[in-house]
């Protein structure tokens, strides 16, 4: 058999300030041979994850920092085009840990081991709702958040991948909901198709006044993706045992400099609210339990999604800065081929 090359992108350099085409390298490889327990995946798409930011950037490998001269990873789907496992076959479309790259060699072992697409489950919806997206609104608002009905729920980054099923998970909850996003027609798409009560434009409005005209009895849950001026916002618009649910900080994932933290944390003491992180990794034993739920709630129109698709591996770096410039409207995916 011919070797086969593969054309893929490695980390040139750690970034600084917002990623570019030339922190990275493009340029090909030979696929390697595989050892016993691996498979050769031939990639078709790739998800994008802002949390990547953090990790070109960082120098701790053991907390996931990625290696200068590393292919730059990524959660994707593939197929199976050569095995030596006794539980893939050639041909299986799998889903997993790959990268930016045509073909990925990989044991599929990690904190989301690889599996084995189910039939009828389109790709996009593998990595959006269906898949890490979906299982952290999930766990951020039926767990640590806890919505109840009757709430008032806010959220920002509300018209993104993660954003846009918490608004709509809380929403079937019976929450009250209002989505914060960049830009007019992100705000259209939350009000019309994810149908939250209302939508704030912060790029645009003083978003200050908005939550005190739409909260006026303050805000029970704040599903922040952000960090950042909102925060501090919601927190002193917090509800008596308020929560705020920590699940992203994109404002800060470009900065060099430490970012100033909340100032209006005074308000959890005040209000008698929680603030509490937490990583979609914590619940891999409940992911069964999410998938159920969300598979329901899509298959009865109750959650609607949206996936950006570009096209063509050569355009993985520019893809990527789409989440930061707040391009992006929904799942931010990369087709490999048209
Ligand atoms: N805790 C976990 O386990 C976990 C798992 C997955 C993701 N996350 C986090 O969830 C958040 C959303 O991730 P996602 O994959 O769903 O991405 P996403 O929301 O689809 O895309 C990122 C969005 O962030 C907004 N944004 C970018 N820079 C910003 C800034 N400086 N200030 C305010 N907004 C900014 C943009 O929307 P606008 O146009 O509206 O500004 C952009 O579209 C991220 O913080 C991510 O790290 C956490």
């Keep these: 058999m011919p070797e086969r090359t593969n054309r893929q992108w490695r980390l040139a350099r750690r970034p600084v300030g917002p990623v ?27 998800s994008f994850d802002p949390h990547l930011a953090v990790d070109l950037r960082s120098t701790n490998v053991a907390r996931g920092a990625v290696p200068i001269g590393a292919v730059v990873p990524a959660l994707g789907v593939g197929e199976v085009v050569e095995s030596r496992r006794s539980d893939l076959a050639v041909g299986d479309p799998v889903c997993g840990m790959l990268g930016w790259e045509e073909f990925t060699v990989t044991d599929g ?14 790709p996009p919806l593998a990595l959006g709702v269906l898949g890490m997206t979906g299982m952290t609104a999930y766990f951020g608002v039926r767990t640590v958040g806890a919505v109840r009905p009757g709430e008032t729920f806010v959220a920002s980054g509300a018209a993104g991948a993660v954003g846009s099923v918490a608004v709509q998970l809380a ?3 019976g929450a009250r909901t209002i989505g914060i996003a960049g830009g007019r027609e992100k705000c259209d798409w939350l ?9 704030i434009d912060y790029r645009t409005e003083d978003v200050a006044a908005r939550l ?5 009895k303050g805000i029970d849950v704040y599903f922040d993706n952000v960090g950042g001026p909102v925060l501090d916002l919601v927190l002193i618009r917090l509800r008596r045992f308020g929560r705020v649910v920590l699940c992203g900080a994109i404002s800060r994932y470009e900065s060099v400099a430490p970012a100033p933290g909340p100032s209006n944390y005074p308000s959890l003491i005040l209000r008698h609210g929680r603030m ?6 914590d619940y891999v034993e409940r992911f069964p339990e999410a998938l159920a739920a969300l598979s329901e709630a899509v298959h ?21 800065a789409r989440l930061f410039s707040g391009e992006n409207l929904g799942k931010q995916l990369l087709r490999l081929e048209a």
């Design 20 to 46: 570019s085409d030339s922190d990275f390298a493009w340029g090909a490889a030979p696929v390697p041979g595989l050892a016993d327990g691996e498979v050769l995946v031939r990639n078709r798409w790739l």
């Design 109 to 122: 072992k990690g904190f989301l081991p690889m599996f084995r697409l189910p039939e009828g489950v389109p």
């Design 171 to 173: 929403r079937r909850d």
């Design 191 to 199: 009000v019309r198709e994810a149908r939250v009560d209302a939508a």
């Design 212 to 216: 005190t005209a739409l909260c006026p």
């Design 276 to 281: 509490e992180g937490f990583l979609v990794s």
């Design 300 to 320: 009865a129109g109750e959650i609607r999604t949206r996936e950006d698709v570009a096209v063509g591996l050569e355009n993985a770096p520019r893809t990527f």
